[in-house]
Structures are given as structure tokens and as C-alpha cells.
């Protein structure tokens, strides 16, 4: 038994901005900067992204077939499960976000992962299954990575913890 990941990687753009319904205008400003909802000049206005996203599946590699998984199979699921919704959207109007979830690179790898997690794994169950989801905002500088570990403790405590995503994304620098 020969085990392996593969990754695909796939860019979309998007728009969002990050808002926090507790605090004043001045304070969403000072904290989230270019990325407030709210401008300097008092407009709210969103800003966008091209964002990258790289998928990875590990398992068993087929014996008849050869792969882990299908990248053409993986492709078709990332645009119908992330790609479709996503691309050239504001985030802010999509799924969790909606409700006021605000549309971080750590929440985002949370939502695709619970996006993919179960269309990749009933592909070949028990053999290969959604590993990592990694999104970088601001490429090749600033992202986020899910490990289904992450992801797996995260739903057996019922909430995402601080630190649960490993993110590499300088939030100044970003800007």
C-alpha cells in the first residue's frame, strides 16, 4: 500500500471587507485599516483580491488507476463547490458571511474546507481524503492553512479556536 498527497491549485477573484457590528466606524478603521467596511472619507466601500487557493488530498494511491485522486475529478469539484460561489462575489454576501462571519483568511479556509470535506472524502472513502486547504490573499505573501487535524478539533469543541488556523498572513503588510 502506497500512500501520497497531490495538490491543485486553482485562483479566483474576490471582494470583501472586514466589519465588526460592535464597534464604532473609528474603531473598525483603526483596527482593520484598508480593509474596514468603512473608508476615511466615509464611504463603505469593499476591496478585492486574487486569491489562491491549493487543495490537498492524501490517501491511497489506486492500484488500477494510478492517483490519489483525479486532478481533472478535483478540478470539477473546486469549481462547483468553491470557485462558482466565490469567484467575482463580494465574500461578505456568501454563506456564514452573510451573518456577519467576518471574511478573514483563517474563516475562509474554514468555510472551503467544509465546502470540500465531504465530496472529496466519498470519492474513495477511507482511502483518500481532503488534507489541507491553504489561501493566500495577498500571493505569494500572505495566507492561511487548514489541516483536516485543525479542522476535525475544531468541530469536537464546537467552535474555532484562537490559533486554530496556521496563518502566515502579516495583516499590516497586507495592506
Same mark, same amino acid.
Given at each position: 500500500?502506497?500512500?501520497?498527497?497531490?495538490?491543485k491549485r486553482v485562483k479566483f477573484d474576490s471582494s470583501h471587507?472586514?466589519?465588526? *457590528?460592535?464597534?464604532?466606524?473609528?474603531?473598525?478603521?483603526?483596527?482593520?485599516?484598508?480593509?474596514?467596511?468603512?473608508?476615511?472619507?466615509?464611504?463603505?466601500?469593499?476591496?478585492?483580491?486574487?486569491?489562491?487557493?491549493?487543495?490537498?488530498?492524501?490517501?491511497?494511491?489506486?492500484?488500477?488507476?494510478?492517483?490519489?485522486?483525479?486532478?481533472?475529478?478535483?478540478?470539477?469539484?473546486?469549481?462547483?463547490?468553491?470557485?462558482?460561489? $466565490?469567484?467575482?462575489?463580494?465574500?461578505?454576501?456568501?454563506?456564514?458571511?452573510?451573518?456577519?462571519?467576518?471574511?478573514?483568511?483563517?474563516?475562509?479556509?474554514?468555510?472551503?474546507?467544509?465546502? $470540500?470535506?465531504?465530496?472529496?472524502?466519498?470519492?474513495?472513502?477511507?482511502?483518500?481524503?481532503?488534507q489541507e486547504v491553504k489561501l493566500w490573499e495577498c500571493y505569494?505573501?500572505?495566507y492561511g492553512i487548514l489541516t483536516r487535524q485543525r479542522w476535525?478539533?475544531?468541530?469536537?469543541?464546537?467552535?474555532?479556536?484562537?490559533?486554530?488556523? *496556521?496563518?502566515?498572513?502579516?495583516?499590516?503588510?497586507?495592506?
Amino acid at each position: 500500500m502506497r500512500v501520497t498527497t497531490v495538490t491543485k491549485r486553482v485562483k479566483f477573484d474576490s471582494s470583501h471587507y472586514l466589519y465588526n *457590528s460592535n464597534w464604532d466606524k473609528d474603531k473598525n478603521i483603526e483596527q482593520f485599516h484598508a480593509c474596514s467596511k468603512f473608508k476615511e472619507d466615509g464611504t463603505e466601500v469593499p476591496h478585492g483580491h486574487t486569491y489562491v487557493l491549493e487543495v490537498t488530498v492524501e490517501g491511497i494511491i489506486d492500484e488500477e488507476t494510478g492517483f490519489v485522486i483525479d486532478f481533472k475529478e478535483l478540478k470539477r469539484i473546486l469549481k462547483s463547490k468553491v470557485i462558482s460561489v $466565490l469567484d467575482h462575489n463580494l465574500i461578505n454576501n456568501v454563506g456564514p458571511f452573510k451573518d456577519g462571519l467576518n471574511t478573514t483568511v483563517e474563516n475562509l479556509c474554514y468555510f472551503i474546507f467544509d465546502e $470540500l470535506v465531504s465530496e472529496i472524502d466519498d470519492l474513495r472513502p477511507r482511502e483518500a481524503f481532503l488534507q489541507e486547504v491553504k489561501l493566500w490573499e495577498c500571493y505569494p505573501d500572505s495566507y492561511g492553512i487548514l489541516t483536516r487535524q485543525r479542522w476535525i478539533a475544531s468541530k469536537m469543541t464546537g467552535r474555532c479556536q484562537e490559533g486554530d488556523c *496556521s496563518c502566515d498572513c502579516d495583516k499590516e503588510e497586507a495592506k
